[in-house]
Each structure stands twice: as C-alpha cells, then as structure tokens.
C-alpha cells in the first residue's frame, strides 16, 4: 500500500498545463505530500482538465478503489471536478479545514464476448458504424426483454447520466442509487420492430446482455467512457454492477444535485 500521501498529477503534457501544474506541486509538497512520478505509488490521483480528463485518469490508472481520485478543472467546474486550477487557496483552505468528505461512485463492468472485461465511469455505448440499423437481442438475465433495431444502445452509470445519456432524454440519477440506466438511440418502433421506448434502471442485482444480431452489420463501435474498444467483432456485451466503486473528493455544499442545478438550472 502506497504511503497516504502520494500524490500524481495526471494531465495531458501541453506546455500550458506544464505552467500551471508546477504551482500545484510546490503546494503539495509545501503541505508535506509527496508527487510521485508513477501513479502505482500514488494513493491520491488528481486528474488537471475537464471531465474527459478524469474519465481518462481514471482509466489510464486502471480504476483502483484504494486510490482518491480529485479532479482539478482548467475550466468549467463540471461534474468530477471539485475544484479549480486557478483558486489554489480554496483547495487548501478546504483541505486544512477538513472541508471535503470522500463520495463513492458506482461503475459498471462490461464483459465482451465473454472474454475481455472493461469498467466504465460514464457509460458504454454500442453503436452502428454503418449506415444500416444495428439488431441487438436485449436480455435481463436469461429472460429475452427486447430486440432492438436502431442506432444504438447506452448503457449509463448514475454519474453517467448528466452526459451521454441525458442527450437522449435519459433520466439523471443519483449517484447513491447503485444502477444501471438503458437508453435508445434512435430505435426503430413500428408494426415489425418493437422497443420500450424509454430508457430503464436495473439494480445491482441484475445482469443486461445485449446479443448482436449476425445480419451483416456485425461490427458495431463499443464505447467504454471516452474510448473506443478495438474490439471489432463484439458479439455479446454481459453488462453488471461491480462492487468497485470510484472514490473522489466532495466539497461541503457541492453535491451532485448541487452540480446538477449548477449545470443545467
Ligand atoms: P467530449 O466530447 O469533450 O464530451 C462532451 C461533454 O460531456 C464535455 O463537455 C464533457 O465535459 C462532458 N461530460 C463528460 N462526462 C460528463 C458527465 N459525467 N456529466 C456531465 N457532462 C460530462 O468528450 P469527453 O470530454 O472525453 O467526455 C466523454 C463523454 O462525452 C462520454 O463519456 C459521453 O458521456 C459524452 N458524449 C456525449 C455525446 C452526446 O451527448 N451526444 C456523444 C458522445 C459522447 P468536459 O468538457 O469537462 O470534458
Ligand atoms: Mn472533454
């Protein structure tokens, strides 16, 4: 177990954040932490950027529960970032004070063609690359729920469901519910091919399936947050709610809702 105050700085190594992140790591070890050069030796992982970044700092780090994730923005405070890169006395003020409780964040686990399995933060999608509709056979467990036909499928964590998912008029979750949310794209509804035709929530004690449908379009686009899968044969996605869980740091008076009503009210 890395020392408790570990701490690497994750972010794209522009010149401008390189300015920037110098003052960051001067503060830390002022306050006696100490910035690994390798995130295996870190217990604090601060992701610098957007949203897209700590997806990406995340995953870049393999999603480790023993580890605080603490996302620093560049620019607009959005929905993993608590803090910002230009009010360094906030951060310490609010660190000294023990200002900042730890949230933890449900994940979901994808398995592909019951081999290779990844977690994701937002959600994974699984898309037509084609110009041709995409048939997935829906199941909830064994039982056959659905086949849809259409463009796609989202498959949303709570913390997911202020992005992707909520451009297709999903619902937004709290993060403390430990669910899956499933939203169409563009489903084709008529007197052949029939969907729910709004999005649904399975609890943790479930398991979604999504068969593709060998009829030509058999090479859909799998997305796992902010990647796409190399994987280009994707028969089958087994989707569940692990137990892991993503820990970040919470600012007093900045729950999610307060982020929700932040962004969207
Ligand atoms: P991007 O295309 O730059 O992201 C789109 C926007 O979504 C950015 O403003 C990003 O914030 C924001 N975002 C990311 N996670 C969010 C969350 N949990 N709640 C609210 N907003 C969030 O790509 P990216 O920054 O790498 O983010 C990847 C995510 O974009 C994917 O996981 C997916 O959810 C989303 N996406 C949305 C659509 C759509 O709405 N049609 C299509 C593709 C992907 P930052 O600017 O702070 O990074
Ligand atoms: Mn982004």
Redo the contacts with the bound molecule.
Sequence with gaps: MPNRRNLFFFYKETEELREKVEPLKELASKYDFHVVDDPKDASIIASI????????AVRKTGFREDCLYVGI?T??L????DFHIDNLPEMVENILSEGIEVRRYPTIEVNVNDESSFFC???C?IRSSIIKTLVMNVHVEDFHFETFRGDGL?V?TP??????????SGAVVDPKLACMQVSEIASLNNNHYRTLGSPFLLSDERTLSLEVVQDGNDYPII?I??EALSIQHAKKLTIRIPDKRIKTVKLKDNSFWHKVQR?FL
């Design positions: 950027g957007g949203d897209g970044s700590f997806l990406q923005s620019g607009e959005g929905f993993y970032c933060l937002n959600e999608t989202i949303s913390t997911g469901s202020t992005a992707y998912s909520k451009s297709v997305g947050d902010n962004s």
